[in-house]
Each structure stands twice: as C-alpha cells, then as structure tokens.
C-alpha cells in the first residue's frame, strides 16, 4: 500500500544500511478515505516501532561506550559522557534532547520491558514511553518494574495526561515516603519565571503548590466564564490573561472569599487507617498523603465531605451523596463525577467542558447519567458533525460505554474511567470513597473581580 518496507524490514537486522536516506514513504492516495485512514493508522505504529528500534540502537551505543571507556580507564562518572551528543547529532536535535532520549533508551531497555514492548507494537508513541520513563525516573528498580507492568494492560487506550496521573498515582503507592519527600522537596523550589516570546510578547509562569495553584485556576476560570456570559467580546483564554494580570497589578481592596478546592481519597484513608492509595487532588491528580493531611487541618478552610460508591472491582461510580451539592444540576455533578477530569473521546486530554447527550435530544437522547457523557467543547461540536455517531453500550451500574463511530466506519470505545481508588480484591460491598472539599478564602490581592 506504500513503500516503506525497506525501513521496517531493516529494523530488525543485524547489519542495518549505512544511509537511510531516500526511503520513500509513497502513500496510496487513490484508496477511499477508509484506506487513508488505516493507511494513517499503519504509519503511526511503524513510526512507534521504529522509536523502540532507536531506543534500543542508542542504548546499545551506550553500552559499547562505557565498555570501551572503561577499557581504557576512564573514571566511572565520564564513562559514556559523549553519546548523548552523539544521538542527538544523528537525530538532527539539541543535546538536551539528546540526553533525554538517552535516558529514555536506558529506561525502556533495562527497566521498562513492557512498555518497550507496547512501543515496538505500536501501541503507544514515544511521548507516552517518555511519560511512564518520567514518571518512574526517582524509584527504585524494583517498583520501577512493577509500576512498568502495572501499567501494562491499560496504557493503550490511556490519553497522555491520564496516563501522567496514573503513573504517578502507582508511583505514590510503590513508594509514598519517597513521594512525600520529593513533592517537599519541590516546594522548596517555587518560584517566578519570565520568558521572552516573539511578538513582544511574554510569559510569566509559576511553579507553586498544587493546591494553590487549583485554587488561583478556578477563580480566573470562573470570573473568564462570567464575563463572557454577560456579553465580553473576547476571547476565553484572553479575559484569563488579562484577569491575571490585572490581580496582581490592582490595589488590595477586595474581601476574600471562598473558594472550592476537592481531594478524592478512601474512606480508609481519611481517617488514617490507610496509606498507600494517594489522594487525588482535582485539577491536578495523586497527591502524598502529609500534603492531603496539611489541607484537611487548615485551619482557615471549611471542610465538607461528600461520599461516593464506587463498584468494589473496578472502581467505577456507582452512587453518590445528594448532600452538600455546589452546581446547580446533581444529575451534571453525578455526571462529572463519573467521567472524571478529562474529555471522555480517547486519548483527549482536554478538560471536561460539557455535560453532553451521547445521542443528541433532537434525536431522543435521555436526560439521564447513562445517557450522558463529559465532553470538551471541540470533541463535543465535532460529533455533531455528518457521519459521527455515538451509542451508549452499557447501562447503570455497568462501567458506562460509549461507542464511538467515526465518518469512515471506524468504531472506537470510550470507557468511563474508575474512581481514582485503589479497589480491594477481598471487598464484597460497595467502596467508600469521600470526596472532601475544601473551602478556602484566597488572598485578597487575587480575588477582586472588575465590574
């Protein structure tokens, strides 16, 4: 169908070609568009299997250099000190990136067989290898290897920001106390950049607990949102911009108000009995427990406790408390619950944005939970679009299925993820898990709004 044999046929032998240069890669552009698309399909796990072909020629290079370095005596701490730059010159990169597909390629190769394995089958890509190495960068090999293949069976169909915090909630249950130290250590390093961009142009970041910076999300997203409710001509992401700016620009003049920050935990957990599933702060994901417990005894914050029911095999919602309700609709709230944080369309990361009829009304969709979905504003407006179809395949308390058909015939499955809880495989009853919110007054410098 297209002419890239020669690459992948050269992957596996043991005396690949000198110039690779000139491969053609031919695509079929007389097929239908469901050709193009498997067409698309195809390309992209050779390009994943040709990433974990790099993967294992670079670590293998490695290998061969700290041999030789070692051969000649060179000392152990500039053993293989070049072949970063050397990686990074054949991939046409920067030595930063250089050494981060070196270590990339160390990972996947000593410690991280599973992933590796999903790589060469193209099951992921090389930013979630990148992602899974990351995120295990700091345990030990032992739990590194059992986070890899804890992993194993879900990280296909996982998007990159869920696979982010499902590799750091493992990471957290692998190893907590080093989990605590290193979040601590992190906030030590808080701290202000700027950045000049083209344009003039500029960009401010900040790294600051998460919690915090939760907090100062949800107030801007809020006032963005009002604001354009009432009739402001510009653009979301515009009115956040310029509310930040003017914050911190104004006089303190305003009083300080309340603002919602959630933890999702066991009820094991929140009374202590439990330490090894991490709380999930919303917004940002696993949190150490000593932070969970920091905010929980703020003193300055009003604490309420909503419980959940998860399914006790695989987490899934099941129920949920009606009291202590902030948005408006429960059925919305019970909606969001259940989704989780992000775009139920595989592998979006975007926020959640819309409560969506997975059959649209005008066409006798339900107002009910199964007949629901959480969904961003793009993935929401392209499904109205001729030829996508979504049907829901389960029905409550099955885990909700949604199963998604695409213009050219494709069909894809979106899962409602489970609760983020570790389930007990002894438990015979529903879990509880609480949902603690917390109600803290920002700083008054961060809380007025303009009229």
Known sequence: MFGISALTGSVGCAAAPTDLTGLPVEP??????????????????????AAAAKARLTAELHARRVARDAERRVPTARRGRGVAHEVALARRESPHHGREHLALAL?????????????????IDERRAMIIARESADLPREDRQALDAGLAGSTPSLGERELTVAARRLACELDGSGAEQRSRRARSRRRVTMRALPDAMARISA??????AVLVWDSLREHADLRRAIGDDR????????????????????????????LVMDAAALLGADDTSPPHLVGHGPIPHGVATELLADEDAHVLIRRLFAHPDDGTLVAMDSKGVVFTSRLRRLLFARDGETCRTPWCDAPVRHGDHVTPRARGGATTLDGGQGLCEACNYAKESPGWRHRTRSAWPARHHVEITTPTGHIHDSHAPPLPVRASPACTCRTTTMTVEIYRPLRQVDVQLTA
């Open 28 to 49: 079929d552009l007389t097929t239908d568009d469901r050709g193009l698309v498997d067409q698309l399909e195809a390309l992209e796990r050779r390009t994943s299997a």
């Open 107 to 123: 990972a996947l190769v000593h410690d991280l067989p599973e992933t590796l394995a999903a790589l060469e089958r193209g099951d």
């Open 207 to 212: 790294e600051v607990p998460a919690e915090d």
């Open 235 to 262: 653009g979301r992401d515009q009115v956040l911009a310029d509310e930040l700016v003017q914050r911190l620009v104004r006089p303190v003049t305003s009083t300080a108000r309340n603002v919602e920050v959630q």
